[in-house]
């Protein structure tokens, strides 16, 4: 690729990509035309959306109904004091916008639904899961599987945190394979309820992009059949081997999820 497909502001910018020979012209291109759905503007959703911009992926969209509090600012490190009360995602875009003003970000303030979700994720070439919640997750996780999109799922919770890649339609593995059924209501605590060492999300929000990254450029050893689990205690990385399931119910060899009326009444990120 010719660098004079970059404007001399994009090769400045993006040098440090350019120069190395596993990205380079063509590899900073392919960021810069890609579309990457971020669920959820909170811990995991900051870093990544804060490094994908940084790297510049070209569109980011970003799917949040809250707004900032306080108590987010410990660790989501996107948002800020002045922009308390305002919408996530506005807020995410503000800080996307002072990093980068090349990306087009694009806020879906609203709850992810069984409803607007299939919409929103064919819009996207890959997806990153940042939710807090199990509802979602599986919504997420259904939703990418029946729209072939491949998502980059992260989750944490108070010293540990997880990261996997689920390549989306054909022959999985899913979500589904590593949890088939959704804990009952309260018996995994929230965040809010266990705590969080804000740090956490640093390292698997970073994690997470690059992963992100690596998928969209097709860089390296994927994650697909590998769950990466960090201990911040112990200091320590585990990997655990998965594959898919040909019971489970979403990507199986006889599968019974064929579309996501499963998850009506149910709300996400």
Sequence with gaps: MSFGEFSEEQLHRYARHIVMPEVGGTGQRRLLESRVLVVGAGGLGAPLLMYLAAAGVGTLGVVDNDRVELSNLQRQIIHATERIGVAKTESA?????????????????ERLEHGNAP???AAYDLVCDGSDNFPTRYLVNDACHLAGKPLVSAAMMRFDGQLTTFPG??????????????PPDGMVPSCAEAGIFGAIAGVMGTLQTAEVIKELLGLGDRL????????????????VAYER?????????APTIRDLSGHAGESGA
């Design 93 to 109: 875009r503000a800080a996307i916008e002072a990093i980068n003003p090349g990306v087009e970000v694009r806020c879906h303030t």
């Design 119 to 121: 919409a929103i994720v």
């Design 169 to 182: 339609g054909g022959a999985g593995p899913c979500y589904r394979c590593l949890f088939p059924d959704r």
């Design 224 to 239: 697909v059949g590998t769950l990466l689990i960090y201990d911040a205690l112990a200091a320590r990385f585990h990997h």
């Design 245 to 253: 399931d040909p019971g489970c119910a979403l990507c199986g060899d």
